[in-house]
């Protein structure tokens, strides 16, 4: 095993701005081979992701966190892409149903700390318990989207699941996917329609108004404390501090070179 840091990925991180999301997407397929898969919430760039990766007819599972907790309209999303694109998309649960965390630890969304442990628990932990089974995730983030995202990096690393982020959208506007969304008839959860900026879990999540920033009906009721879950590392965390171990020969292979021998 070798380390791998945010400053390696540097050079790469710079050229990959100029490649499409498709490319990156093949890149990732050919560089992690069986050992990645892609992650989305049911939202509209996880809906695009899917769209490409059924077009580039890459055989990759797509792992979903259905915390329990979920809109049915979420669920519903999800049905629809696995009819329409015939995608592995594999449902990931939490250990506890809400009703015996609630037992447990009691109603614990309602105050910032108490968000932090729910949101692991039931977000972060389910894909934990899958990590090992993969060096490399593809995600969704946007710059767009604005606040922790603004400056997401395309290729990014995360130190709880030893895995790298691609994420192939960070340059996707709102009009290029709204575009895109549209010329290719992708499912939508309906909820976006109803001014659901963005979509968690229903105990989390209300619409926004045409003023407010996207993420202000995620957590509404704790106030600005809380914005993120946590899944997604670069939320929460300035990349720049991240690193993960990785077998040298995979290092080499995302950062295109060779070695000929060990020392
Ligand atoms: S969004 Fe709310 S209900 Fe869902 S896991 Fe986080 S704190 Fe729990």
Known sequence: MARLTQADLADLNTSFEQSSPQDLIRWAKKTFGSRIAALTSMQRAGNVVCHMLYELQLDLPVLFVDTGVLFQETLDTRDKLIERYGLNIVTLKPELTMEEQTAKYGVLYLDPEGQRQCCFMRKSEPLIRVADQYDAFISSLRRSDGGARARVPVLSLDAETNSV???????????????????????????????????????????????????????????????????????????????????????????????????
């Not at 959208?169 to 001014?195: R, T």
């Not at 965390?237 to 690193?243: D, F, K, L, Y």
């Not at 950062?255 to 021998?261: A, E, K, V, W």
Request: glycine share 6%.
């Open 165 to 263: 982020r691609i994420n192939p959208l960070v340059n996707f506007s709102d009009e290029q996917m709204a575009q895109y969304l549209a010329d290719n008839e992708i499912p939508v959860n309906p909820l976006h329609a109803q001014g659901y900026a963005t979509i968690g879990c229903n105990r989390c999540t209300t619409p926004v108004l045409p003023t407010e920033p996207k993420r202000a009906g995620r957590w509404r009721h704790l106030g600005p404390w809380s914005q993120y879950c946590g899944i997604n590392p670069t939320d929460l965390m300035n990349p720049v501090e991240i690193s993960i171990d990785l077998p040298l020969e995979l290092i080499d292979r995302i950062l295109g070179r060779s070695t000929d021998f060990i020392i």
